[in-house]
């Protein structure tokens, strides 16, 4: 009887992957560093090496194990399990990732975006549980997003829907690196953050941070906000704003039932949280707020290993 | 055996009614206009009479019926069939239109809403036949929406979704009737067409369309377009990019197969689609564009009772 299968979260700097049952819990879990610069191979080596691990980790692994989810950046072929090119991967072009971990480890395999993977993990048993229908932002170097409809993940018609960080806001506005504007990957990105507080600083104003210099990291924004920096405080208030913006359009164009966000910067709380929920309440329609929950990850580290493999249990793209 | 149902499109000036077979077509159709000044009850008994006529309209037809959808303007409460306010028909406060078309005409009834309904007209047997996913949006006093996934419409949470008319574009822009700013209606609705119109005479712009005064409409703005009226021509062209800015955040976020527009203003026809087009090439990903359809309604007026009878076809929200 299987009731086992392996998720997989595939980074560019750490490699997670755990036993996840088929009510999601995490039955063993391992972590292992992802050597990007050795390249694909070695790299699809080494998922395969924590994927046996988690098999070793529980009695009867291999007996129990369904099979196995890789979620990985993106794009990918859904269809085919294939990794089209991956930013933060050297060398990763085209890549059959299902066949090469299929071929390894004896196991089916399949392939999810990574975004994708941990909104539907988020949506079975974390902040969302119970929810039929959930969005998922993961705020870090660039946004990236999850959307979840009838507790299925909603891909769209290529493949790349909910590319969230890519709504613009302002035609007009800073330019992204997708080649749009205004986009809210421009605005509210860990990357657009730190870009901000330089330009307040290089504009003359006071803050703790101005010593920082080329080494100012969204973290130490947020490590200032705590400490009370004026500067930094408003910066993540102006964040919060421009996510609650983005936020409130995904209510009233999409009316989920949970709105989830992850990443680094959610370590600020309350102070990012409030002033996206001011700016939902003066954007959102009323009928598309109501009842609705805004909040941070439940799952945190284990939200893509459990949404992994929770995509594996539900897929139904050409296998 | 049943194999018609009778979709019924309300709006505040004519109630539009066909028997629609089970593979989309219209075997008979009527018209009517809804008399809103008379009351909820007034109106009722209109649709009830026009069900009546497509039920005699063709042979057999009560036998061959298997129930009746009307489209409404809302907000509605879609699974009691009760519709909460409705702004062009005075007097509708948590009208249960749905029982009320059941007593009167015997047949079982289901409500849905007018954009929803043509989104899913438009994707059975329209400009998105054979897509699985495709969204609408009704180009008028005001931008509805409507969004159709895995052939079903996506209602959402509260039942409030595709409000795709407020979404923000820019959240310091002109105030809208929703309480946002910025709303894409504030700057692409018949209203907002004829209001920067206004404006750009008020300034000076030298147009033919100086001597309309209060009464310039958007058919006018249209018209001057193919007179040749420069100030008209790039009014149209305005509306067309902030559109495109739009239609760019719906395929970034949702990833369709196909973008339906409807409304008067889409007799503009290539001076309204070249510049969206132009727009949705340099800001949506080049992925969620790729092989995607932009393009007019292709039932026109039948779209919203065609809509209601596959509404009632699918139906399965809480009957």
Redesign the interface.
């Known amino acids: 009887m299987h009731d086992i299968v392996i998720g997989v979260d595939l980074g560019g700097t750490n490699i997670k992957a755990g036993a996840v049952s088929y009510d999601g819990r995490v039955l063993f879990r391992c972590r292992t560093t992802t050597e990007g610069h050795m390249g694909p191979a070695a790299v699809v080596d080494r998922i395969a090496q924590a994927i046996r691990d988690c098999l070793a980790g529980v009695e009867g692994g291999r007996e129990r194990t369904a099979g196995v989810c890789v979620g990985s950046p993106g794009?990918l072929d859904l269809k085919n399990g294939v990794v089209l090119t991956a930013p933060n991967l050297p060398g990763w072009v085209n890549v059959p990732l299902r066949a090469m971990v299929e071929e390894r480890v004896g196991l089916p395999c399949v392939v999810e975006n990574d975004a994708n993977a941990a909104a539907l993990g988020e949506q079975w048993v974390g902040a969302g549980s119970g929810?039929?229908?959930l969005v998922l932002l993961t705020l870090g170097t660039g946004i990236g997003?999850g959307?979840v409809?009838n507790g299925k993940i909603?891909?769209?018609?290529?493949?790349?829907?909910?590319?969230?960080g890519?709504?613009?806001?302002?035609?007009?506005g800073p330019a992204c690196n997708?080649?749009?504007?205004g986009c809210i990957e421009a605005y509210a990105s860990a990357t657009a953050m730190v870009r901000r507080m330089r330009e307040a600083i290089a504009a003359g104003r006071h803050s703790s941070l101005a010593s920082k210099g080329e080494k100012l990291t969204a973290r130490d924004i947020y490590e200032a906000c705590v400490a009370g920096d004026q500067a930094a405080l408003e910066n993540m208030h102006t964040t919060g704003?421009?996510l609650g913006?983005a936020i409130?359009?995904?209510l009233?164009?999409?009316?989920?039932?949970v709105v989830v966000l992850s990443g680094g910067v959610t370590a600020a709380g309350d102070l990012l949280l409030r002033p996206i929920q001011q700016?939902v309440r003066?954007?959102?329609?009323e009928?598309?707020r109501?009842?609705?929950r805004i909040c941070f990850s439940a799952l945190g580290d284990d939200a893509g290993v459990i949404g992994a493999a929770r995509s594996f249990m539900t897929w139904d793209i050409g296998r």
Not at 166 to 172: L, Q, R, V, Y
Not at 252 to 257: D, G, K, R, T
């Open positions: 794009p929810a039929d229908s997003g959307i409809l909603w891909h769209g018609f290529t493949g790349v829907a909910a590319e969230i890519h709504m613009s806001i302002n035609p007009d997708c080649g749009g504007r704003f421009y913006v409130a359009n995904i009233n164009v999409l009316n989920p039932e700016t003066e954007h959102a329609l009928a598309a109501e009842g609705v």
